[in-house]
Protein backbone atom coordinates (compact mmCIF):
# COMPACT_ATOMS: atom_id res chain seq x y z
CA UNK A 1 0.00 0.00 0.00
CA UNK A 2 1.02 3.42 -0.63
CA UNK A 3 2.53 5.40 2.09
CA UNK A 4 0.94 8.93 3.46
CA UNK A 5 3.85 10.31 2.51
CA UNK A 6 2.20 13.79 2.35
CA UNK A 7 0.81 14.43 6.08
CA UNK A 8 3.86 14.75 7.73
CA UNK A 9 4.10 17.14 10.95
CA UNK A 10 5.25 20.26 9.26
CA UNK A 11 2.36 19.63 6.73
CA UNK A 12 0.99 22.78 4.90
CA UNK A 13 3.76 25.02 6.82
CA UNK A 14 6.08 26.33 4.20
CA UNK A 15 8.63 28.47 6.25
CA UNK A 16 9.97 27.81 9.36
CA UNK A 17 8.56 30.59 11.36
CA UNK A 18 5.35 28.84 10.30
CA UNK A 19 6.16 25.59 11.92
CA UNK A 20 7.60 27.66 15.12
CA UNK A 21 4.08 29.08 15.59
CA UNK A 22 2.24 26.03 14.69
CA UNK A 23 4.42 23.42 16.97
CA UNK A 24 5.07 25.87 19.68
CA UNK A 25 1.85 27.75 20.19
CA UNK A 26 -0.92 26.45 18.11
CA UNK A 27 -0.96 22.87 17.97
CA UNK A 28 -1.30 22.45 22.29
CA UNK A 29 -4.21 24.53 22.35
CA UNK A 30 -7.30 22.78 23.50
CA UNK A 31 -10.64 23.08 21.13
CA UNK A 32 -13.54 25.03 21.98
CA UNK A 33 -16.17 23.94 19.51
CA UNK A 34 -18.48 26.34 20.01
CA UNK A 35 -20.80 25.17 16.81
CA UNK A 36 -21.34 21.94 16.11
CA UNK A 37 -24.03 18.97 14.80
CA UNK A 38 -23.09 16.11 16.95
CA UNK A 39 -25.66 14.12 19.07
CA UNK A 40 -26.15 14.95 22.50
CA UNK A 41 -27.27 10.58 23.07
CA UNK A 42 -24.34 9.42 21.60
CA UNK A 43 -22.11 11.93 23.70
CA UNK A 44 -24.54 10.53 27.17
CA UNK A 45 -24.45 7.26 26.28
CA UNK A 46 -20.75 7.32 25.43
CA UNK A 47 -21.66 5.13 22.28
CA UNK A 48 -19.44 3.10 20.79
CA UNK A 49 -19.54 2.72 16.67
CA UNK A 50 -19.58 -0.61 15.06
CA UNK A 51 -17.50 0.34 12.15
CA UNK A 52 -15.75 2.97 10.31
CA UNK A 53 -18.64 3.61 7.76
CA UNK A 54 -20.78 4.08 10.58
CA UNK A 55 -18.59 6.77 12.06
CA UNK A 56 -17.28 8.45 9.14
CA UNK A 57 -19.78 7.53 6.08
CA UNK A 58 -23.18 7.67 7.32
CA UNK A 59 -24.78 11.47 7.07
CA UNK A 60 -21.83 12.68 6.06
CA UNK A 61 -23.03 15.17 2.85
CA UNK A 62 -19.73 15.98 1.82
CA UNK A 63 -19.04 12.85 1.18
CA UNK A 64 -22.26 11.81 0.07
CA UNK A 65 -22.13 14.77 -2.60
CA UNK A 66 -18.43 13.70 -4.03
CA UNK A 67 -19.41 10.00 -4.58
CA UNK A 68 -22.52 10.93 -6.46
CA UNK A 69 -20.09 13.22 -8.45
CA UNK A 70 -17.71 10.27 -9.12
CA UNK A 71 -20.80 7.91 -10.52
CA UNK A 72 -21.69 5.74 -7.44
CA UNK A 73 -25.37 4.76 -7.14
CA UNK A 74 -27.04 5.64 -4.15
CA UNK A 75 -27.62 1.88 -3.12
CA UNK A 76 -23.91 2.71 -1.76
CA UNK A 77 -24.30 5.85 -0.33
CA UNK A 78 -27.80 6.62 1.08
CA UNK A 79 -29.18 3.31 0.01
CA UNK A 80 -29.13 -0.68 1.53
CA UNK A 81 -25.66 -1.75 0.60
CA UNK A 82 -23.52 -3.41 3.24
CA UNK A 83 -21.08 -0.71 5.73
CA UNK A 84 -18.06 -2.06 3.66
CA UNK A 85 -19.72 -2.05 -0.05
CA UNK A 86 -20.54 1.51 1.13
CA UNK A 87 -16.63 1.85 2.43
CA UNK A 88 -15.45 0.68 -0.79
CA UNK A 89 -17.33 2.96 -2.98
CA UNK A 90 -16.08 5.86 -0.60
CA UNK A 91 -12.40 4.59 -1.36
CA UNK A 92 -12.63 4.31 -4.66
CA UNK A 93 -14.12 7.94 -4.80
CA UNK A 94 -10.53 9.37 -2.54
CA UNK A 95 -8.33 9.65 -5.34
CA UNK A 96 -10.44 11.92 -7.65
CA UNK A 97 -11.35 14.22 -4.67
CA UNK A 98 -7.29 15.16 -5.23
CA UNK A 99 -7.63 19.64 -4.60
CA UNK A 100 -11.06 18.68 -2.97
CA UNK A 101 -10.61 19.34 0.94
CA UNK A 102 -11.90 16.06 1.55
CA UNK A 103 -8.69 14.38 0.11
CA UNK A 104 -6.63 16.25 3.09
CA UNK A 105 -9.32 15.90 5.76
CA UNK A 106 -9.80 12.07 4.93
CA UNK A 107 -5.88 11.38 5.44
CA UNK A 108 -5.15 13.93 8.54
CA UNK A 109 -8.76 12.00 10.11
CA UNK A 110 -7.27 8.63 9.29
CA UNK A 111 -3.65 9.51 10.62
CA UNK A 112 -5.14 11.49 13.85
CA UNK A 113 -7.63 9.46 14.79
CA UNK A 114 -5.97 5.65 14.15
CA UNK A 115 -2.40 6.52 13.42
CA UNK A 116 -3.05 5.18 9.69
CA UNK A 117 -0.52 6.78 7.28
CA UNK A 118 -1.51 5.35 3.95
CA UNK A 119 -3.85 6.74 1.22
CA UNK A 120 -6.54 5.63 0.94
CA UNK A 121 -7.98 4.12 -2.15
CA UNK A 122 -9.75 1.06 -3.55
CA UNK A 123 -6.84 -1.26 -3.22
CA UNK A 124 -5.95 0.03 0.40
CA UNK A 125 -10.12 0.09 1.36
CA UNK A 126 -10.10 -3.57 2.87
CA UNK A 127 -6.80 -3.06 5.23
CA UNK A 128 -7.77 0.08 6.32
CA UNK A 129 -11.40 -0.82 6.94
CA UNK A 130 -10.16 -3.26 8.99
CA UNK A 131 -7.77 -1.84 10.89
CA UNK A 132 -9.56 0.93 11.64
CA UNK A 133 -12.89 -0.93 12.77
CA UNK A 134 -11.20 -2.86 14.63
CA UNK A 135 -10.11 -0.02 16.95
CA UNK A 136 -13.40 1.56 16.88
CA UNK A 137 -14.65 -1.43 19.27
CA UNK A 138 -11.53 -0.76 21.80
CA UNK A 139 -12.88 1.55 25.02
CA UNK A 140 -10.56 3.83 24.31
CA UNK A 141 -12.59 4.72 21.01
CA UNK A 142 -15.73 5.40 22.83
CA UNK A 143 -17.62 8.84 22.03
CA UNK A 144 -16.03 10.58 25.63
CA UNK A 145 -12.81 8.95 24.58
CA UNK A 146 -12.34 10.11 21.44
CA UNK A 147 -13.28 13.72 22.61
CA UNK A 148 -10.63 13.23 25.67
CA UNK A 149 -8.29 12.22 22.60
CA UNK A 150 -8.60 15.37 20.24
CA UNK A 151 -7.92 17.50 23.66
CA UNK A 152 -11.85 19.03 23.20
CA UNK A 153 -12.58 21.68 26.02
CA UNK A 154 -16.16 22.67 25.38
CA UNK A 155 -18.60 21.41 22.86
CA UNK A 156 -21.77 23.74 21.68
CA UNK A 157 -24.76 21.68 20.32
CA UNK A 158 -27.18 22.56 17.88
CA UNK A 159 -30.54 21.98 19.29
CA UNK A 160 -34.56 22.51 18.80
CA UNK A 161 -36.38 24.64 21.41
CA UNK A 162 -38.80 21.97 21.68
CA UNK A 163 -35.96 19.73 22.67
CA UNK A 164 -36.49 18.88 26.61
CA UNK A 165 -32.38 17.92 27.00
CA UNK A 166 -32.34 15.31 28.54
CA UNK A 167 -29.19 14.27 27.26
CA UNK A 168 -27.54 17.39 28.52
CA UNK A 169 -28.60 16.93 31.79
CA UNK A 170 -27.23 13.10 31.98
CA UNK A 171 -23.93 14.35 30.33
CA UNK A 172 -23.56 16.87 32.58
CA UNK A 173 -24.91 14.34 35.75
CA UNK A 174 -22.31 12.59 35.11
CA UNK A 175 -19.84 14.97 35.54
CA UNK A 176 -18.40 14.79 32.30
CA UNK A 177 -15.11 16.89 32.65
CA UNK A 178 -15.95 18.18 28.75
CA UNK A 179 -18.54 20.91 28.84
CA UNK A 180 -21.24 19.64 26.36
CA UNK A 181 -23.74 22.70 26.12
CA UNK A 182 -27.45 23.07 23.96
CA UNK A 183 -27.07 26.06 21.54
CA UNK A 184 -30.47 27.81 21.17
CA UNK A 185 -31.84 26.76 17.14
CA UNK A 186 -35.27 28.42 16.83
CA UNK A 187 -35.42 28.46 12.85
CA UNK A 188 -38.41 26.56 13.17
CA UNK A 189 -40.40 29.19 14.72
CA UNK A 190 -39.71 31.48 12.31
CA UNK A 191 -40.56 29.52 9.05
CA UNK A 192 -44.10 30.62 8.78
CA UNK A 193 -44.33 29.67 4.92
CA UNK A 194 -43.85 26.00 5.56
CA UNK A 195 -47.52 25.66 5.82
CA UNK A 196 -48.61 22.35 7.93
CA UNK A 197 -45.26 21.46 9.13
CA UNK A 198 -45.17 25.13 10.78
CA UNK A 199 -48.55 23.95 12.42
CA UNK A 200 -46.89 20.69 13.58
CA UNK A 201 -44.12 22.33 15.06
CA UNK A 202 -46.26 25.33 16.82
CA UNK A 203 -48.29 22.06 18.51
CA UNK A 204 -45.33 20.84 19.41
CA UNK A 205 -43.89 23.73 21.08
CA UNK A 206 -47.55 24.32 22.88
CA UNK A 207 -46.63 20.79 24.07
CA UNK A 208 -43.08 22.11 26.01
CA UNK A 209 -44.51 24.83 27.57
CA UNK A 210 -47.89 23.34 29.17
CA UNK A 211 -50.14 25.94 27.24
CA UNK A 212 -52.13 26.94 23.75
CA UNK A 213 -50.32 29.06 21.85
CA UNK A 214 -53.22 31.12 19.99
CA UNK A 215 -51.53 34.30 19.17
CA UNK A 216 -48.10 35.83 18.43
CA UNK A 217 -47.86 37.28 21.80
CA UNK A 218 -48.16 33.70 23.37
CA UNK A 219 -45.54 32.72 20.79
CA UNK A 220 -42.85 34.70 21.72
CA UNK A 221 -43.47 33.77 25.19
CA UNK A 222 -43.90 30.06 24.66
CA UNK A 223 -40.43 31.12 23.35
CA UNK A 224 -39.06 33.20 25.84
CA UNK A 225 -40.13 30.47 28.48
CA UNK A 226 -37.98 27.98 26.18
CA UNK A 227 -35.00 30.19 25.91
CA UNK A 228 -35.33 30.22 30.34
CA UNK A 229 -35.14 26.78 29.89
CA UNK A 230 -32.05 26.27 27.94
CA UNK A 231 -30.05 29.09 30.07
CA UNK A 232 -30.56 27.04 32.78
CA UNK A 233 -29.49 23.85 31.36
CA UNK A 234 -26.21 25.96 30.40
CA UNK A 235 -26.92 27.18 26.99
CA UNK A 236 -25.18 30.61 26.63
CA UNK A 237 -25.24 30.47 22.50
CA UNK A 238 -28.32 31.04 19.95
CA UNK A 239 -27.69 30.18 16.16
CA UNK A 240 -30.24 31.30 13.41
CA UNK A 241 -29.66 29.91 9.68
CA UNK A 242 -31.93 31.81 7.04
CA UNK A 243 -31.38 32.34 3.30
CA UNK A 244 -31.18 36.03 4.50
CA UNK A 245 -31.33 38.57 6.64
CA UNK A 246 -35.23 40.37 7.40
CA UNK A 247 -35.89 43.80 8.51
CA UNK A 248 -39.45 44.38 7.38
CA UNK A 249 -41.60 47.45 9.07
CA UNK A 250 -44.56 45.77 10.89
CA UNK A 251 -46.95 46.56 13.57
CA UNK A 252 -48.00 44.13 16.07
CA UNK A 253 -51.07 43.74 14.46
CA UNK A 254 -50.01 43.09 11.53
CA UNK A 255 -47.93 40.21 12.50
CA UNK A 256 -50.43 38.87 15.27
CA UNK A 257 -53.28 38.92 11.83
CA UNK A 258 -50.37 36.86 9.68
CA UNK A 259 -49.54 34.63 12.74
CA UNK A 260 -53.71 33.57 13.11
CA UNK A 261 -53.71 33.17 9.21
CA UNK A 262 -50.78 30.12 9.01
CA UNK A 263 -52.14 28.20 12.08
CA UNK A 264 -55.10 28.58 10.71
CA UNK A 265 -53.98 26.72 7.54
CA UNK A 266 -54.20 30.07 5.16
CA UNK A 267 -51.56 30.85 2.54
CA UNK A 268 -49.36 33.88 2.92
CA UNK A 269 -48.38 36.58 0.52
CA UNK A 270 -44.33 36.87 0.50
CA UNK A 271 -44.17 40.09 2.45
CA UNK A 272 -46.15 38.89 5.18
CA UNK A 273 -44.08 35.81 5.47
CA UNK A 274 -40.86 38.44 5.25
CA UNK A 275 -42.88 40.92 7.80
CA UNK A 276 -43.37 37.61 10.66
CA UNK A 277 -39.78 36.29 10.12
CA UNK A 278 -38.46 40.36 11.17
CA UNK A 279 -40.47 40.33 14.14
CA UNK A 280 -39.93 36.63 15.48
CA UNK A 281 -35.92 37.29 14.65
CA UNK A 282 -36.24 40.68 16.62
CA UNK A 283 -37.90 39.35 19.34
CA UNK A 284 -35.45 36.30 19.60
CA UNK A 285 -32.52 38.78 19.55
CA UNK A 286 -33.81 40.72 22.01
CA UNK A 287 -33.89 37.91 24.31
CA UNK A 288 -30.41 37.02 23.44
CA UNK A 289 -29.02 40.36 24.59
CA UNK A 290 -31.06 40.00 27.64
CA UNK A 291 -29.39 36.58 28.79
CA UNK A 292 -26.05 38.12 27.58
CA UNK A 293 -25.75 35.31 25.21
CA UNK A 294 -23.93 35.47 21.95
CA UNK A 295 -25.97 34.96 18.84
CA UNK A 296 -24.67 33.58 14.91
CA UNK A 297 -26.23 33.85 11.95
CA UNK A 298 -25.77 31.36 9.44
CA UNK A 299 -26.94 32.85 6.50
CA UNK A 300 -26.93 32.27 2.50
CA UNK A 301 -27.70 28.54 1.57
CA UNK A 302 -30.02 27.45 -0.80
CA UNK A 303 -31.28 24.20 0.81
CA UNK A 304 -32.98 20.86 -0.71
CA UNK A 305 -32.62 22.13 -4.65
CA UNK A 306 -33.36 18.70 -5.88
CA UNK A 307 -36.89 18.48 -5.51
CA UNK A 308 -36.77 14.43 -6.81
CA UNK A 309 -34.21 13.47 -4.01
CA UNK A 310 -35.85 15.24 -1.46
CA UNK A 311 -39.09 13.20 -2.17
CA UNK A 312 -36.90 10.35 -2.21
CA UNK A 313 -34.16 10.81 0.62
CA UNK A 314 -35.88 13.62 2.59
CA UNK A 315 -33.73 17.36 3.45
CA UNK A 316 -30.03 17.27 4.19
CA UNK A 317 -28.92 14.69 2.43
CA UNK A 318 -26.03 16.73 0.10
CA UNK A 319 -28.46 18.98 -2.00
CA UNK A 320 -27.47 22.08 -0.63
CA UNK A 321 -25.72 25.27 -2.09
CA UNK A 322 -25.15 28.71 -1.96
CA UNK A 323 -27.44 31.10 -2.27
CA UNK A 324 -27.39 34.75 -4.24
CA UNK A 325 -29.60 37.00 -3.03
CA UNK A 326 -28.79 40.84 -2.20
CA UNK A 327 -28.53 41.44 1.64
CA UNK A 328 -26.45 44.30 2.83
CA UNK A 329 -29.26 46.86 3.02
CA UNK A 330 -31.45 44.02 5.33
CA UNK A 331 -28.96 43.10 7.21
CA UNK A 332 -27.76 47.04 7.78
CA UNK A 333 -31.38 47.81 8.76
CA UNK A 334 -31.67 44.46 11.00
CA UNK A 335 -28.59 45.05 13.15
CA UNK A 336 -29.31 48.80 13.18
CA UNK A 337 -32.66 48.40 15.01
CA UNK A 338 -31.17 46.48 17.42
CA UNK A 339 -28.11 48.60 17.91
CA UNK A 340 -30.62 51.86 18.14
CA UNK A 341 -32.70 49.96 20.91
CA UNK A 342 -29.64 48.65 22.90
CA UNK A 343 -30.90 45.20 22.38
CA UNK A 344 -27.88 43.82 20.20
CA UNK A 345 -25.45 41.88 21.87
CA UNK A 346 -22.29 39.68 21.03
CA UNK A 347 -22.59 38.59 17.41
CA UNK A 348 -20.81 36.13 14.86
CA UNK A 349 -22.07 36.28 11.08
CA UNK A 350 -21.23 33.57 8.62
CA UNK A 351 -21.85 34.26 4.96
CA UNK A 352 -21.87 31.63 1.89
CA UNK A 353 -21.17 32.88 -1.03
CA UNK A 354 -17.74 34.36 -1.03
CA UNK A 355 -19.31 37.46 -3.02
CA UNK A 356 -20.27 38.14 0.56
CA UNK A 357 -17.17 38.31 2.02
CA UNK A 358 -16.02 41.94 2.50
CA UNK A 359 -19.44 43.17 2.71
CA UNK A 360 -20.25 41.11 5.85
CA UNK A 361 -16.92 41.41 7.18
CA UNK A 362 -17.61 45.43 6.86
CA UNK A 363 -21.01 45.69 8.30
CA UNK A 364 -19.99 43.69 11.20
CA UNK A 365 -17.70 46.27 12.35
CA UNK A 366 -20.28 48.67 11.89
CA UNK A 367 -21.68 47.40 14.88
CA UNK A 368 -19.19 47.43 17.61
CA UNK A 369 -19.68 49.48 20.43
CA UNK A 370 -16.55 49.99 22.36
CA UNK A 371 -18.14 47.52 25.30
CA UNK A 372 -16.81 44.29 24.49
CA UNK A 373 -13.42 43.59 22.44
CA UNK A 374 -14.96 41.85 18.79
CA UNK A 375 -18.50 42.10 19.53
CA UNK A 376 -19.05 41.75 16.27
CA UNK A 377 -17.18 38.83 14.41
CA UNK A 378 -16.82 38.04 11.03
CA UNK A 379 -17.63 33.99 11.60
CA UNK A 380 -14.91 31.22 10.63
CA UNK A 381 -15.15 30.20 6.64
CA UNK A 382 -18.06 28.23 6.73
CA UNK A 383 -19.33 25.33 4.48
CA UNK A 384 -18.63 25.22 1.10
CA UNK A 385 -15.59 28.08 2.44
CA UNK A 386 -14.72 25.65 4.68
CA UNK A 387 -11.59 24.87 2.99
CA UNK A 388 -7.41 26.51 2.46
CA UNK A 389 -8.92 28.96 0.11
CA UNK A 390 -11.82 29.74 1.69
CA UNK A 391 -10.23 29.83 4.93
CA UNK A 392 -7.59 32.47 3.49
CA UNK A 393 -9.83 34.54 2.19
CA UNK A 394 -10.99 34.77 5.44
CA UNK A 395 -8.38 35.21 7.27
CA UNK A 396 -7.27 38.08 4.83
CA UNK A 397 -10.67 39.65 4.65
CA UNK A 398 -11.17 39.49 8.87
CA UNK A 399 -7.71 41.15 9.20
CA UNK A 400 -8.63 43.85 6.07
CA UNK A 401 -11.96 44.93 7.87
CA UNK A 402 -11.38 44.19 11.78
CA UNK A 403 -9.24 42.73 14.10
CA UNK A 404 -8.00 39.37 13.62
CA UNK A 405 -6.17 39.29 17.04
CA UNK A 406 -9.94 39.25 18.13
CA UNK A 407 -11.40 36.14 16.45
CA UNK A 408 -12.96 33.33 17.94
CA UNK A 409 -11.04 30.57 15.50
CA UNK A 410 -12.76 27.65 14.10
CA UNK A 411 -15.81 25.10 14.49
CA UNK A 412 -16.29 22.08 13.21
CA UNK A 413 -19.94 22.47 12.29
CA UNK A 414 -20.14 18.88 11.32
CA UNK A 415 -22.56 15.51 12.56
CA UNK A 416 -19.16 13.03 12.61
CA UNK A 417 -17.00 12.82 15.49
CA UNK A 418 -14.03 12.03 13.49
CA UNK A 419 -14.42 15.96 12.50
CA UNK A 420 -12.11 17.69 14.90
CA UNK A 421 -9.18 17.42 12.62
CA UNK A 422 -10.58 20.44 10.86
CA UNK A 423 -8.94 22.92 13.70
CA UNK A 424 -6.21 21.79 13.19
CA UNK A 425 -5.71 22.41 9.50
CA UNK A 426 -7.51 25.89 9.82
CA UNK A 427 -4.85 26.08 12.60
CA UNK A 428 -2.04 25.02 10.31
CA UNK A 429 -3.30 27.62 7.60
CA UNK A 430 -3.22 30.46 10.23
CA UNK A 431 0.02 29.76 11.14
CA UNK A 432 1.29 29.27 7.39
CA UNK A 433 -0.03 32.63 6.37
CA UNK A 434 1.30 34.54 9.48
CA UNK A 435 4.64 32.88 8.71
CA UNK A 436 4.48 33.86 4.92
CA UNK A 437 4.14 37.41 5.98
CA UNK A 438 6.89 37.22 8.54
CA UNK A 439 9.38 35.92 6.39
CA UNK A 440 8.38 38.41 3.67
CA UNK A 441 8.86 41.73 6.43
CA UNK A 442 5.33 42.50 6.59
CA UNK A 443 5.02 41.02 10.00
CA UNK A 444 7.37 41.56 12.82
CA UNK A 445 9.66 38.62 13.68
CA UNK A 446 8.49 38.51 17.01
CA UNK A 447 7.48 35.20 18.09
CA UNK A 448 6.27 36.11 21.69
CA UNK A 449 3.72 38.40 20.14
CA UNK A 450 2.65 36.72 17.16
CA UNK A 451 2.48 33.40 18.73
CA UNK A 452 0.34 35.12 21.89
CA UNK A 453 -1.72 36.24 18.47
CA UNK A 454 -2.01 32.76 17.51
CA UNK A 455 -2.60 30.79 21.15
CA UNK A 456 -5.73 33.59 21.19
CA UNK A 457 -7.30 32.71 17.81
CA UNK A 458 -6.97 29.05 18.22
CA UNK A 459 -8.75 29.11 21.73
CA UNK A 460 -8.60 31.52 24.75
CA UNK A 461 -10.45 34.34 22.63
CA UNK A 462 -13.37 31.94 22.75
CA UNK A 463 -12.76 31.12 25.97
CA UNK A 464 -13.04 34.71 27.17
CA UNK A 465 -16.05 35.74 24.32
CA UNK A 466 -18.42 32.64 25.22
CA UNK A 467 -17.46 33.45 28.84
CA UNK A 468 -17.99 29.67 29.39
CA UNK A 469 -15.36 28.50 32.49
Not at 253 to 261: P, R, W
Not at 267 to 273: P, V
Not at 437 to 464: D, R, T
Request: hydrophobic share 40%; glycine share 6%.
Amino acid sequence: MAENIFITDDFLLHSEVAKTLYHHHAKMQPIFDYHCHLSPKDIAEDRQFENLTQIWIEGDHYKYRAMRANGVDEKFITGDASPYDKFQKWAETVPYTLRNPLYHWTHLELKNYFGITTLLDANSAEAIYNEATTLLKKPEYSVRNILRKMNVKVVGTTDDPTDELQFHKKIKDDNFEIKVLPSFRPDKATEIEKGQAFVDWIKKLEQSVGFSITDFSILIKALNDRHDFFHEMGCRISDHGHNTFYSENYTAKEVDLIFQTAINGKLLSDLEINKYKSAVLFELASMNKAKSWAQQFHVGAIRNNNDKMLQELGPDQGYDSLGDLIMAENMSKFFGKLSKNDLLTKTIVYNLNPRDNEMFAAMAANFNDGKVAGKMQYGAAWWFLDQKDGMEKQLNVLSNFGLLSRFVGMVTDSRSFLSFPRHEYFRRILCNVLGDEIQKGELPNNIQLIGAMVENICYKNAVAYFEID
